[in-house]
């Protein structure tokens, strides 16, 4: 796992981070809030891994920034602080666990296994388009950052058709088959309806090939970090 750690004290943060990457995770580590922040808005993350009292940005004001711009990522927080609020306030914010110090590395290593099943089991009812965008087979949804996305019938019998056929051309006989039920309708306007659901996304993964069809290319995690 990608794993972010922010952690403001020296000793532990390299036990930490040793101990991880001795399980094999990869760990990318910070001292301050803002720091982190800024390194979540440019990259994806497997888990972040916080303390509560940082320096210029805590550990509950930064899951809270995130929230805001629609980043959310698995979350452990690590903190001395037994103050029930703030255990309240992270679970509110969307933390997956709470770690009290001093703590066994072992036991962060096993709490860190279970999310790691748990994103596992979703990952098969789940078909990842991208490092933001993920498509729910079963509730038959599309979610940007864990949101649901507002869709037509007919861009989500798209996203559906090209979501199947991961890393393979869909014709437009099959988009005329399968979302517009043989209709006789010409090539340009299955382009334009396309074109109209592409402009919504935030983030465009959608491969047009001029004149073929279109594809989603199968993303493989580990190779676009």
Known sequence: ?????????????????????ALGHKVIAFGNGEEAYEAIKKDAFDLLLLDINIPKMSGLNLLKALNEIEHAFPTIFISANVDIDDISQAFELGASDYLKKPFHLKELGL????????????????????????????????FYNNNVQVLTKK??????????????????????TYVWNDE??????????????????????????????????????EKNR
């Open 184 to 221: 006789p309708i010409d090539n340009a306007s299955i382009r334009a309806e396309i074109s109209r659901f592409r402009k919504l996304l935030k983030e465009d993964f959608i491969i047009n090939l001029k004149g073929v069809g279109y594809k989603i290319e199968k993303y493989f995690p």
């Open 111 to 142: 709490r860190i296994d279970k999310i790691k099943k748990e994103s596992a089991i979703k990952n098969l009812k789940h078909i990842i388009l991208n490092s933001k965008y993920v498509f729910s087979k079963e509730e038959q949804m599309l």
């Open 1 to 21: 796992m990608k794993i972010l750690l922010l952690e403001d004290e020296l000793m532990l943060r390299s036990s930490i981070e040793e101990y991880l990457e």
């Open 155 to 176: 861009q989500l019998q798209i996203v559906t058709l090209l979501s199947e056929n991961m890393g393979v051309v869909v014709d437009f006989e099959k988009f005329r």
